[in-house]
């Protein structure tokens, strides 16, 4: 694709991180579906995870800028803020469960 159709894909892609983190961010801010949450940020891994291989065989091939450039940008943060957001997710889970337990106990 030219360099305009990776800025615009790339513009999109993050459009789209950008509301799935809003979105993961709400659900468990707010005790909502944190199973829901932990769910969007792992689709949203992995996504990232695939942009980055399809982005370092992009490299690897030689293709221009404008193909590779969104597609690795897009895969390394996702992979970076939606890994954090998991591992955050699970420790508040660990959280509230010792929580639940010192409560049982006393």
Known sequence: W?????????????????????????????NRNRRAARILSLIAFLLGTVCLI???????????????????????????????VLLRISRERQTAELRQMHALDT
């Open 54 to 84: 399809v982005g370092l065989i992009a490299v690897l091939l030689g293709q221009p800028y404008g193909v590779y450039f969104p597609l690795d940008l897009i895969g390394i943060l996702s992979i970076i803020i939606f890994g954090a």
């Open 2 to 30: 030219t360099d305009k159709a990776g800025g615009l894909i790339g513009g999109s892609m993050g459009c789209l991180m950008g509301l799935t983190g809003a979105t993961v961010g709400f659900l468990s801010i707010r």
